[in-house]
């Protein structure tokens, strides 16, 4: 069965930094778009970004944009996501979603980021 699996969340200062990771099993995730999304407490879940299936491109929604790079291992069946300059507002659960060649869309059980000081 398919499996998502998010790592890398936690407890950091404002400023700091952290690296999640998506581990990917049951579907031929070379061939599947990858994104991670957020959801903060009380607000709707929200595109933080994505990557093609190869990696060629990539899109980062407006939140975020700018701290962060999402990249990919095909050879690993993983995806990144690298935050920077955290904030207390970026704290929520981020979530890992893949979407096959058939357009069919799977999510992970989430981890979650708290920026505080």
């Known amino acids: 069965q398919v499996q998502l699996v998010e790592s890398g969340g936690g407890l950091v200062q404002p400023g700091e930094s952290l690296r999640l990771s998506c581990a990917a099993s049951?579907?031929?995730?070379?061939?599947?778009?990858m994104s991670w999304y957020r959801q903060a407490p009380g607000k709707e879940r929200e595109l933080v970004a994505s990557?093609?299936?190869?990696?060629?491109?990539?899109n980062y929604g407006d939140s975020m944009k700018g701290r962060v790079t999402i990249s990919r291992d095909n050879a690993k069946n993983t995806v990144y996501l690298q935050m920077n300059s955290l904030k207390p507002e970026d704290t929520g659960v981020y979530y890992c979603?893949?979407?096959?060649?058939?357009?069919?869309?799977?999510w992970g059980q989430g981890t979650q980021v708290t920026v505080s000081s």
């Open positions: 049951g579907f031929t995730f070379s061939s599947a778009a």
């Open positions: 990557i093609t299936s190869t990696g060629g491109s990539t």
């Open positions: 979603k893949a979407t096959t060649i058939r357009r069919l869309h799977y």
